[in-house]
């Protein structure tokens, strides 16, 4: 699994628990994989939009600017099974290993 | 680096690698995010977002950029090599079919990439002004070989028509060919159609060369040379004007 699978999983991870907006998205990913660049994560953000898993929709909090939100899709919430299955083996694997 | 600046070069990286429709999206979602950074994180711009161009190149998907290099590099060699051949040391007095070749193919690329996408913005200001200078120029030109060929500058020493007429029409290709390669470029990055100035440019080019390969070639006794050829010309320019006219709509 690579680092690219593990922040594709936060991504898809973060958006089942609620819609969210680019910023928070990428501020909170940036927080978890501080090496990593958040036009990294944008780009990663894209690419699943792209492939279908997430979709945009255009909406407002109470009273603040409308901005672009992202929600998951029926392919996301496969994907994002998919990426945790791996994600487990990993760490069984490392685990029996001795890695904790 | 301020939001501005990161914006600006972000945006013209995303349009000339991703194209004007993909990037529009993507420098819309960049602004968003850049508006919510807060104004005391504007020292960490690049090191949180890294350098807008490589941001761009994140991106970017591989292939389809580089099939845009590669028609880009075709398009940019089609204008060259009328010019090339032109003010080089490769003129004859016989047109080659790779003059149509090269014609066809630019005018042909410049279709595919900038055909029509239904949008119903307005024309750019200043491609009108350009395409309206260059039409000047053209008529310019047409005026100075007119002349020449009629002989209607009396006062002109005749072992000078030559030299003049290569010295008008070589300015005039290498004024089409750089308006061409501008065109190109902000077709892609811009607006595409200024992709209108590239086959003007390209047309012009062309009918140059054909002219001047048909003066090299000039033999005395042949009365009729210039309707003949004046067909040719009237041809290429034709095909030229209508591509022009498509890419503008």
Redesign the interface.
Known sequence: MLKKDLIELCLLQLLTVEDQYGYVILSQIHQSFPGTQESAVYALLRGLCKAGCTEQYEGRESEGPARKYYRITAAGRARHGQLLEEWRRLRDGLTALGIE | MDKQTYLKRFSRAARWRLGHGEAAE?V???A??LE??PPEQDDTLI????KPE??AR??TEEKAYRRWLWSFWVMTACLLLPELILTGPYLSGQPRPIEYGVFFLGVTLALVWFHSGGEKTKRPRALLWILAAMTVMLVAVAAVLACLFTGAWETWPPEWYGLTAFFVLSLASTVAVAAGIFGTIRARTDDRRWAALYILGLTTAVISLQIMTALVGLCTTDTHWLQREGIRWAVLGGIGLVGTGVVLC
């Open positions: 993507v819309a979602d960049y968003e995010l919510q950074r090191q949180d977002l890294g490589a941001a994140l991106l």
